[in-house]
């Protein structure tokens, strides 16, 4: 098991583990209850982290979250399969599902 990030707030460290099991990575948030303790422990004491399962998916785990954290900007795109116009923050299309 490997950490992979330490995160603001319990909500915060939910998504991203959510955003890492719906792209196949297990992992799992730690220290989450730890977090009404803050101020009595020190931050980095009891901030949720979030823990991948098999240390081999750190790196495209990582470049997961990033995309996640990036921002959301460019033109609109036309799918090339079925031509439904998507806005830009949309990697895939909504109605067939095709890859952008």
Not at 16 to 43: H, K, M, Q, S, T
Not at 71 to 77: I, L, R, V
Request: charged fraction near 25%; aromatic fraction near 8%; hydrophobic fraction near 35%.
């Amino acid at each position: 098991m490997k950490r992979i990030l330490r995160c603001e707030h319990p909500l915060q460290a939910a998504h991203y583990a959510n955003v890492l099991r719906a792209g196949g990575f297990a992992c799992e948030v730690r220290r989450a209850a730890l977090y009404g303790a803050v101020g009595d422990i020190p931050w980095q004491e009891c901030s949720p982290e979030i823990w991948l399962h098999n240390d081999l998916d750190e790196t495209m785990a990582r470049r997961l979250l990033e995309e996640l954290a990036g921002p959301n900007c460019g033109d609109p795109w036309v799918c090339a399969s079925c031509g439904e116009q998507l806005e830009p923050q949309f990697g895939e299309c909504w109605q067939c599902g095709q890859a952008r």
